[in-house]
């Protein structure tokens, strides 16, 4: 298999032949968008984002599309590649999306893997590598991936092909195998992931976020029952703001909140790298009407989040260069928690001041330097970022 893979890609070691093949190859890639206008640096930093979304993940079947996952027997992927180095947590967020929209066939395959990995391993993975998975991360985000690719049309994305194994894992009792969703009938029983199962805030707005692409995928097969109960528990979250501090915060399976002193700004075993700040926007991106139910309204929630954001700018021009590479204390470009915050403006009815923060954002933390993006790309997560925002959209 390996010396037929060499003959099918390399037929003849010629360095130029290679070199120019590569370039036509990333030219026709890259190409699919064409950016006009900004600067000259703009643009090279526009192309070197786009090209970051290739980088990973990983096409792992051979030339005759014949592959092998951890424990299983040989296939062999038709009508697409089986892919693996899914880093699903952080790409949902912007690589599946662009991959949805400007690059089907991307799309078709990333989401035929996902179920060849659910079926071949018992479970969807949460960050497969390789042939097998390693369990890496939070919340079932193969949901949103495979969800996205459906709510965009993606031809080739069947529901029916994931949807099963999917709603088992969600909600039914007794499933063996649960992917991201271990936490599951915690999540049900009390409405949101209690305290004693850890990370629990971030889990909770994970599920939350996780149900309701699972609703409209369950709605896409058909089965409208599943499609409410769903979005209905998608708003479990909302259990978890505490007034008295204005945060999300882990909640007991009693129902009460942890005693004692309280930091928005550190992180703690509740949040997955990240602290209270980061974290009380998650929810916002399937459920902005709950963030401004829980903060007192529209106006105070766009409040609030302009406070983040005028601490975020005040944090980063006093504090010492170098803190760049460290997590931040209120919005933190560099990890993927709370990287839609500033499109919470505008969903919030404020457009105008999403502009203001992403286009500071975009000046302040992206260049086309060695350090110009702002964190772990984690598989083009923080580079798509740039691109989503280059073309007026997220």
């Given at each position: 298999g390996a010396r037929a893979n060499l003959a099918a890609e390399v037929p003849a070691i010629d360095f130029d032949a290679v070199a120019a093949a590569t370039r036509a190859a990333w030219a026709q890639e890259l190409d699919v968008v064409k950016v006009t206008g900004g600067t000259e640096a703009e643009r090279r930093t526009f192309y070197t984002s786009l090209y970051h979304a290739f980088?990973?993940?990983?096409?792992?079947?051979?030339?005759?599309?014949t592959f092998q996952l951890a424990g299983g027997t040989v296939q062999t992927a038709t009508g697409y590649h089986q892919m693996s180095d899914l880093s699903l947590w952080d790409t949902y967020r912007t690589v599946a999306p662009l991959y949805s929209w400007l690059y089907p066939d991307s799309a078709v395959s990333q989401a035929r893997?996902?179920?060849?990995?659910?079926?071949?391993?018992?479970?969807?993975?949460?960050?497969?590598?390789?042939?097998?998975?390693?369990?890496?991360?939070?919340?079932a985000s193969a949901e949103i991936v495979y969800a996205d690719a459906v709510a965009r049309g993606v031809a080739g994305v069947d529901p029916a092909a994931a949807y099963p194994m999917l709603r088992a894992a969600a909600i039914d009792a007794?499933?063996?195998?649960?992917?991201?969703?271990?936490?599951?009938?915690?999540?049900?029983?009390y409405g949101y992931v209690p305290s004693?199962?850890?990370?629990?805030?971030?889990?909770?707005?994970?599920?939350?976020?996780?149900?309701?692409a699972l609703a409209h995928l369950a709605a896409a097969a058909g089965d409208a029952a599943t499609h409410d109960m769903l979005i209905e528990r998608s708003h479990g979250w909302r259990a978890l703001y505490d007034p008295a501090t204005g945060f999300?915060?882990?909640?007991?399976?009693?129902?009460?909140?942890?005693?004692?002193?309280?930091?928005?700004?550190?992180?703690?075993?509740?949040?997955?790298?990240?602290?209270?700040?980061?974290?009380?926007w998650e929810a916002g991106i399937h459920d902005p009407d709950g963030i401004a139910m829980v903060l007192g309204g529209n106006d105070a929630a766009i409040a609030k989040l302009t406070d983040m954001f005028e601490k975020t700018k005040e944090d980063w021009?006093?504090?010492?260069?170098?803190a760049a590479n460290f997590p931040r204390p209120y919005y933190w470009a560099g990890n993927e928690p709370d990287i839609a915050a500033p499109y919470l403006f505008a969903q919030l009815g404020r457009a105008d001041l999403t502009d203001t923060w992403?286009?500071?954002?975009?000046?302040?933390?992206?260049?086309?330097?060695?350090?110009?993006?702002?964190?772990?790309?984690?598989?083009?997560?923080?580079?798509?970022?740039?691109?989503?925002?280059?073309?007026g959209l997220y």
């Open positions: 980088l990973m993940p990983s096409v792992i079947d051979d030339a005759d599309g893997s996902l179920v060849a990995f659910g079926n071949g391993l018992g479970a969807y993975p949460k960050w497969p590598l390789a042939i097998g998975e390693t369990g890496t991360m939070l919340g007794g499933v063996a195998k649960r992917g991201g969703r271990d936490d599951v009938m915690d999540y049900e029983q004693t199962d850890g990370r629990s805030v971030s889990v909770t707005t994970e599920y939350a976020h996780d149900d309701f999300l915060r882990a909640k007991a399976p009693d129902g009460t909140f942890a005693a004692g002193s309280f930091d928005p700004t550190t992180q703690m075993p509740d949040y997955a790298e990240a602290n209270a700040w980061q974290s009380l021009e006093t504090a010492d260069p170098s992403v286009r500071w954002l975009v000046d302040t933390v992206y260049s086309d330097q060695p350090d110009g993006v702002p964190g772990n790309d984690d598989g083009g997560t923080m580079s798509e970022w740039f691109v989503w925002r280059a073309l």
